[in-house]
């Protein structure tokens, strides 16, 4: 910013030098001159806050026609159709190429050359046009479009490299952020690989001892007296843990295992449906108002359809559990392009409490919850099965405005 301000005071000395080398000049002791070229200096330097409040579109027009008026003034007191001064209709033109297109250049030229030529009039009351005069106003006026199409010929150029540089801009910097959520996703990926692994080793290791256990505690319950109520109740107690850390261990599998896809095309909206009415089953007295926007027209997508079912299952579950049963639920699914694909982009869009500013990746990984008895697999499932339908999915949130998860899946 200091370097701006730096140039724009050295174009300001500029111009002052150049209309005080003109002021010194004849006619010297003329005021009116005097005050023109002080109100073209004012009006040049000061342009751009002058018309700070007036809209974009506007600025040109009022621009050159006010330098044109201020021009025609400088001539009318410095000799008129004879002024050596004619040359100051240069920076109307100039103005007018830099502010327009091809054709407003022309126009706004002709005009400033017609302001010029307006002098003739009177000077015609006393005169006549000899033909060597006529010669010279013609030179003099035919030389303001040459020098207005040149100007205006290096001012587009010049716009349309700004335009591609700023395009490539936008592109580079829409490229770094694709490469930056790929390798947030691969990195994710890593993750849920290693883990994955591990927790398949400890399912498998967990799940013997757990079957000893239950084997044990069933046992012990038929041999024990009924009369031995104590006792009968502690056996149903270990039982029935054994039972919540067996479907835990069976979790760990699911999440670990690899996916075997069945894929076919499949209408999403029909899944979606099963999704909901196995959800509105387990919530029977939830309040929740589902309201749906499907697009008409929409492509089948190649997916599992139990896997798929399972992840919007998982997300309206969700989205129930987060709105503690009472709210609004949109879901919407359109055509979408992503990284330049084909496919389906679905949005499971809460009225719940949304998720805590900077959660936002974090909630994709294993084992990461914010339920009180989560175990934080849900969403990690969820991520995989997207993944490996080589779809991905997104949050958006603001903490106390809900949440929307979008799942995109490619139909190619």
Known sequence: MADEQHSFAWMDLLWLAFLGGLAVLEPIREPHKQLVLLGIGVFQI????????IKPSRRGPYSVLIKILLATLLVAHTGDIESS???????????????FGVWGTLLWTALASAA??????????????????ANELAIRNLFFFPVAIVVNRFVTENRR???????LAETL?????RLEQAQADARRSERLAALGQLSAGLAHEIRNPLAVIKGSAET????LEPSNALAVELAAYISGEVNKLNALVSRFLDFARPLDLDLRPEELPA?????????????????????REYAADLP???????FCEQVFTNLAQNAYEAMAGEGKLRIKVAAANANGRRGVEIDFEDTGPGITEGLGEQIFNPFFTTKKDGVGLGLSIVSKIVDEHRGSIRVASEPGQGACFRVFLPVE
Do not use: W
Not at 92 to 98: F, G, K, N, R, T
């Open 85 to 99: 001064y004619y040359l100051i209709y240069y920076l109307p033109v100039v103005s007018a190429a830099m502010y």
């Open 116 to 133: 010029y030529c307006s002098f003739l009039i009177s000077a015609l009351k006393d005169f006549q046009l000899a033909e060597g005069g």
């Open 220 to 223: 012990l319950t038929r041999k």
């Open 271 to 291: 899944l979606i449906e099963e999704a909901l009415k196995s959800v509105r089953d387990r919530f029977p007295e939830a309040r929740v108002e589902v309201e």
């Open 173 to 177: 910097a829409e490229t770094n952020r």
């Open 46 to 53: 000061f342009e751009t806050r002058i018309f700070k409040s």
């Open 300 to 306: 089948q997508a190649p997916v599992d359809a139990a």
């Open 161 to 167: 490299q700004a335009l591609r540089h700023q395009k």
